[in-house]
């Protein structure tokens, strides 16, 4: 191969190379050993033993490689020597993109293992962004960097969308709290808190939103959250994208600006909170006069403060914590959570090893968005799924919505017995409401009451729980088990809304959910898929028709369930406690 | 007895001379380092305030003196036994060779000349393990490249003669000291061209890293709570 003949992306890839360089990162290439220490502090090396193409050193030198050869003259002039090689080809574009992106989370465990102070997972970042400069990136990266750049978030919640759900959200809190005044305030100027959301609540989880509203309420707050540039969440950190990382933290906290609030909350998540709080002034290359704080530190404040009061018998099951690399060891959030945990949960079971040890979730560094990785991922989560399972807790509690997402994912896949949720949802159940708001339960009207809900899942088990919990709160429920009846049941129930499975012997979701569509006769009716198997979302999204109204990842339990099928089929009451 | 005017030369110019072209040479590269721009962090600092983030500096140099610091190091004592008597071998057979022209009294002293000896010879035997390891597990293999053979030979070849050469002995002839000096020589030469210059770098590195991690309140790290 020569000169003449490198490919056009591999030319580009080139001439960015010493434009991302910094210091740390040159120090970073120059400075390994080879000593081979950091190798058994991979977790996709120490679940896949056999295989030493996962060890950090060996992933570092594909872009070690490539800088000795064109950067440091010991490459340039005795390549072999040190084994310098440059890239040409598309194909080894493609190569470093499995490294890249496949093979490491970027959690910088091995960086913390290291005596040379190597930090890897910072040059991993450095090399994802010359290979997204040169478009070479997993699909799922380049839809979620286009959406954060064009919609402002990344996951394309339309602004109405999102009003609608604060507004979805606040006559729920309202209603349970029994006070008007009770409601998610938008936009308003001079607050103590602007709280910023990643949008997998709005998506996902919108009751991560609710439960901060109800801590604020309860706190007396001056809080609220902003109609436009709300997301904290930045795929800059994980794309390698300065750009983009610089553009999204700059929006945020312009916004703040402009309402001239006094302190920007984040929500609980790791690589939001990192990108926020410690790497997006230094991407947009300016400071920012914002104060901000995790919501962790200010649920505890509120507590320590005596601002709000808990119960911590109210939640009942044994928790361990999970610390999210990104709190742990990019940002040194790792007691405050714990000290959290202690004061809402009476059995907390630490994890080990944690703390700036623990091991990734192994869902990190964006890899819940890039499917084509599922299976190398899953394989690699084995010693997480050891770790989680050797606590002997029921409910793993994490400070950040990927690792919601990635703990799920893996707790299904190793078929472990135990729920994962987060802080907020703990703080806001251990909440001791005041008296005068709480409301006498003498018989209830069932929030699902008068609907009909069709319920399609191939497995029986799933299939007799979502029935019967649906059923529980009031609805007519019709269960189908084969794919093939689903158009002809649907067409005679005429059901409000149909759970839907993806996975499913003879006609996969995604074929039933445009049958469905295409159907005049159903196209109308709403489509809620509930999946085992995230992987496969694309059987579903990449169709033409409507996308589904909801999607859920199982395990599901019944407040997420009952919340999403409620936002759906846009009930504003949970089942209400009636006088008799 | 007077030495040849050959093992004076081996002695003295040969070695300065090495050490005036690794200067040079090192001088050349950390401008080349810090020709780089520097990546500092423009946000406040995160942590709780208790500890001081400019800490986070020291503490990060200083880890390498700290096996209980890094999971790595602490789960491997063996290993890092190993890194340290490796590494005090080179520091002992580096003193020799200033240590035989400028204070040959020294090595009339029998502690010094026993443990000069004491640690080149385990470096030695180390040195030999590390290259049975890295030839032999597959991991090791996959990550060297031909530098990292060849310096870690250099070494091991040299360790011997620096154990030869530590009683300062010329009774036998001075082959011994001769090959200890051009060794040590080429030794010096070639450092700053392979990755023994990890040492140059090294002060870099972790001083960075613990800039960074002070200032985010993960340095001094809190160690993190282990089974009972
Ligand atoms: S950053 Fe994490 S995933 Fe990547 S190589 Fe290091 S330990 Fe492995
Ligand atoms: S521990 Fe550090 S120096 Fe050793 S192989 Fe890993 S990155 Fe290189």
Same mark, same amino acid.
């Given at each position: 191969m020569s000169d003449a003949t490198r490919s056009h992306k591999a030319k580009k890839f080139l001439e960015r190379l010493p434009k991302k360089l910094s210091r740390q990162i040159v120090g970073s290439l120059v400075g390994c050993v080879h000593c081979g220490m950091c190798t058994q502090s991979c977790h996709y090396m120490l679940s896949n033993p056999e295989d030493p193409t996962f060890a950090p050193a060996h992933k570092a030198d594909q872009l070690r490689k490539i800088f000795k050869r064109h950067i440091d003259w010991t490459g340039r002039v005795f390549p072999w020597w040190v084994s310098a090689k440059s890239v040409f080809t598309d194909s080894e574009l493609e190569d470093l993109k499995d490294i890249a992106f496949g093979k490491c989370t970027n959690c910088r465990r091995c960086t913390f293992n290291c005596p040379m102070g190597v930090d890897f997972a910072s040059a991993n970042r450095t090399l994802r962004g010359l290979l997204v400069h040169v478009?070479?990136?997993?699909?799922?990266?380049?839809?979620?960097?286009?959406?954060?750049?064009?919609? *402002?978030?990344?996951m394309g919640v339309l602004k109405e969308d999102?009003?609608?759900?604060?507004?979805?959200?606040?006559?729920?809190?309202?209603?349970?709290?029994g006070d008007a005044g009770a409601r998610i305030p938008i936009d308003v100027k001079n607050a103590a808190v602007v709280y910023s959301i990643n949008p997998r609540e709005v998506k996902y989880d919108p009751?991560?939103?609710?439960?901060?509203?109800?801590?604020?309420?309860?706190?007396?707050?001056?809080?609220? !959250?902003?109609?436009?540039?709300?997301?904290?969440?930045?795929? *800059?950190?994980?794309?390698?994208?300065?750009?983009?990382? *610089?553009?999204?933290?700059?929006?945020?906290?312009?916004?703040?600006?402009?309402?001239?609030?006094?302190k920007l909350v984040i929500s609980e998540c790791g690589h939001g909170y990192r990108s926020t709080r410690c790497e997006a002034q230094n991407w947009a290359g300016q400071s920012f006069p914002v104060d901000m704080?995790?919501?962790?530190?200010?649920?505890?404040?509120?507590?320590?403060?005596?601002?709000?009061?808990?119960?911590?018998?109210?939640?009942k099951e044994s928790y361990t914590f999970h610390d999210s690399c990104n709190n742990a060891r990019s940002c040194g959030l790792t007691e405050e959570p714990r000290e959290l945990l202690n004061l809402v949960a009476p059995d907390f079971r630490e994890m080990h090893p944690n703390r700036a040890e623990n091991y990734c979730c192994t869902g990190g560094g964006g890899a819940m968005s890039m499917s084509e990785y599922t299976p190398r991922r899953l394989k690699s989560a084995k010693i997480k799924a050891e770790q989680l399972k050797a606590t002997g807790a029921t409910v793993?509690?994490?400070?950040?919505?990927?690792?919601?997402?990635?703990?799920?994912?893996?707790?299904?896949?190793?078929?472990?017995d135990m729920k994962v949720t987060q802080l907020v949802n703990l703080v806001a159940e251990a909440l001791v409401i005041p008296a005068k708001v709480a409301a006498p339960a003498a018989g209830k009207v069932l929030a699902l009451a008068g609907r009909t809900i069709m319920v399609v899942d191939d497995e029986p088990d799933a299939l007799t729980f979502f029935s019967a919990l649906l059923a529980d709160h009031g609805a007519r429920t019709i269960p189908v088990s084969d794919p093939n009846e689903v158009l002809k049941a649907a067409r005679k129930e005429k059901p409000d809304?149909?759970?839907?499975?993806?996975? !499913?012997?003879?006609?996969? *979701?995604?074929?039933?959910?445009?049958?469905?569509?295409?159907?005049?006769?159903?196209?109308?009716?709403?489509?809620?898929?509930?999946?085992?198997?995230?992987?496969?979302r694309k059987l579903i999204?990449?169709?033409?028709?409507?996308?589904?109204?909801?999607?859920?990842?199982?395990?599901?339990?019944?407040?997420?369930?009952?919340?999403?099928?409620?936002?759906?089929?846009?009930?504003a009451h949970e089942d209400v406690p009636v006088e008799s | 007895m007077s030495e040849s005017a050959l093992l004076h030369f081996a002695q003295h110019r040969l070695q300065e001379a090495a050490l005036l072209c690794m200067a040079v040479v090192y001088a050349f590269r950390i401008r080349w380092l810090l020709s780089f721009k520097d990546a500092r962090d423009k946000q406040a600092p995160t942590g709780r305030g208790v500890v001081d983030p400019e800490s986070g500096k020291y503490y990060s140099l200083a880890n390498i003196a700290m096996p209980w610091a890094m999971e790595s190091t602490r789960n491997s004592p063996f290993f890092y036994l190993q890194f340290a008597v490796f590494h005090l071998g080179v520091a002992c057979a580096i003193t020799l060779s200033f240590i035989i022209p400028y204070l040959p009294g020294l090595l009339e002293l029998p502690p010094v000349?026993?443990?000069?000896?004491?640690?080149?010879?385990?470096?030695?035997?180390?040195?030999?393990?590390?290259?049975?390891?890295?030839?032999?597990?597959?991991?090791?293999?996959?990550?060297?490249?031909?530098?990292?053979?060849?310096?870690?030979?250099?070494?091991?070849?040299w360790f011997p003669f620096a154990f030869l050469a530590a009683p300062n002995d010329r009774g036998g002839g001075e082959g011994v000291l001769l090959t200890f000096f051009f060794l040590t020589a080429f030794f010096l030469v070639y450092v700053p061209f392979s990755k023994i210059s990890h040492y140059l770098y090294y002060p870099f590195t972790r001083f960075w890293l613990g800039r960074t991690m002070g200032h985010r309140g993960v340095f001094p790290m809190r160690q993190p709570v282990h089974p009972r």
């Amino acid at each position: 191969m020569s000169d003449a003949t490198r490919s056009h992306k591999a030319k580009k890839f080139l001439e960015r190379l010493p434009k991302k360089l910094s210091r740390q990162i040159v120090g970073s290439l120059v400075g390994c050993v080879h000593c081979g220490m950091c190798t058994q502090s991979c977790h996709y090396m120490l679940s896949n033993p056999e295989d030493p193409t996962f060890a950090p050193a060996h992933k570092a030198d594909q872009l070690r490689k490539i800088f000795k050869r064109h950067i440091d003259w010991t490459g340039r002039v005795f390549p072999w020597w040190v084994s310098a090689k440059s890239v040409f080809t598309d194909s080894e574009l493609e190569d470093l993109k499995d490294i890249a992106f496949g093979k490491c989370t970027n959690c910088r465990r091995c960086t913390f293992n290291c005596p040379m102070g190597v930090d890897f997972a910072s040059a991993n970042r450095t090399l994802r962004g010359l290979l997204v400069h040169v478009g070479v990136m997993p699909e799922g990266v380049a839809v979620v960097s286009k959406d954060q750049w064009e919609i *402002g978030n990344q996951m394309g919640v339309l602004k109405e969308d999102y009003i609608e759900t604060l507004e979805w959200m606040s006559d729920e809190l309202s209603g349970e709290l029994g006070d008007a005044g009770a409601r998610i305030p938008i936009d308003v100027k001079n607050a103590a808190v602007v709280y910023s959301i990643n949008p997998r609540e709005v998506k996902y989880d919108p009751r991560s939103i609710s439960d901060a509203a109800k801590i604020f309420w309860a706190a007396r707050e001056n809080w609220c !959250m902003p109609s436009e540039c709300w997301d904290m969440t930045n795929f *800059g950190l994980f794309s390698g994208d300065d750009d983009l990382g *610089g553009a999204a933290g700059r929006r945020l906290f312009e916004k703040v600006m402009e309402l001239k609030g006094r302190k920007l909350v984040i929500s609980e998540c790791g690589h939001g909170y990192r990108s926020t709080r410690c790497e997006a002034q230094n991407w947009a290359g300016q400071s920012f006069p914002v104060d901000m704080e995790s919501s962790v530190i200010t649920m505890l404040r509120y507590i320590k403060e005596g601002r709000i009061k808990v119960d911590k018998a109210k939640n009942k099951e044994s928790y361990t914590f999970h610390d999210s690399c990104n709190n742990a060891r990019s940002c040194g959030l790792t007691e405050e959570p714990r000290e959290l945990l202690n004061l809402v949960a009476p059995d907390f079971r630490e994890m080990h090893p944690n703390r700036a040890e623990n091991y990734c979730c192994t869902g990190g560094g964006g890899a819940m968005s890039m499917s084509e990785y599922t299976p190398r991922r899953l394989k690699s989560a084995k010693i997480k799924a050891e770790q989680l399972k050797a606590t002997g807790a029921t409910v793993v509690v994490t400070s950040c919505h990927n690792c919601v997402d990635g703990l799920s994912d893996l707790i299904k896949h190793y078929k472990l017995d135990m729920k994962v949720t987060q802080l907020v949802n703990l703080v806001a159940e251990a909440l001791v409401i005041p008296a005068k708001v709480a409301a006498p339960a003498a018989g209830k009207v069932l929030a699902l009451a008068g609907r009909t809900i069709m319920v399609v899942d191939d497995e029986p088990d799933a299939l007799t729980f979502f029935s019967a919990l649906l059923a529980d709160h009031g609805a007519r429920t019709i269960p189908v088990s084969d794919p093939n009846e689903v158009l002809k049941a649907a067409r005679k129930e005429k059901p409000d809304l149909i759970t839907l499975d993806i996975s !499913m012997p003879g006609k996969d *979701g995604g074929e039933v959910l445009c049958e469905l569509r295409k159907n005049p006769e159903t196209e109308a009716i709403k489509v809620c898929v509930i999946t085992g198997r995230p992987e496969l979302r694309k059987l579903i999204y990449d169709r033409t028709v409507r996308p589904p109204e909801g999607y859920l990842d199982k395990p599901v339990d019944e407040a997420k369930l009952l919340t999403n099928v409620r936002k759906i089929l846009e009930l504003a009451h949970e089942d209400v406690p009636v006088e008799s | 007895m007077s030495e040849s005017a050959l093992l004076h030369f081996a002695q003295h110019r040969l070695q300065e001379a090495a050490l005036l072209c690794m200067a040079v040479v090192y001088a050349f590269r950390i401008r080349w380092l810090l020709s780089f721009k520097d990546a500092r962090d423009k946000q406040a600092p995160t942590g709780r305030g208790v500890v001081d983030p400019e800490s986070g500096k020291y503490y990060s140099l200083a880890n390498i003196a700290m096996p209980w610091a890094m999971e790595s190091t602490r789960n491997s004592p063996f290993f890092y036994l190993q890194f340290a008597v490796f590494h005090l071998g080179v520091a002992c057979a580096i003193t020799l060779s200033f240590i035989i022209p400028y204070l040959p009294g020294l090595l009339e002293l029998p502690p010094v000349v026993k443990a000069i000896q004491g640690f080149t010879a385990a470096a030695f035997v180390i040195g030999v393990g590390r290259m049975i390891r890295r030839i032999a597990v597959p991991v090791m293999r996959l990550i060297s490249t031909p530098d990292d053979y060849f310096s870690l030979a250099l070494l091991t070849v040299w360790f011997p003669f620096a154990f030869l050469a530590a009683p300062n002995d010329r009774g036998g002839g001075e082959g011994v000291l001769l090959t200890f000096f051009f060794l040590t020589a080429f030794f010096l030469v070639y450092v700053p061209f392979s990755k023994i210059s990890h040492y140059l770098y090294y002060p870099f590195t972790r001083f960075w890293l613990g800039r960074t991690m002070g200032h985010r309140g993960v340095f001094p790290m809190r160690q993190p709570v282990h089974p009972r």
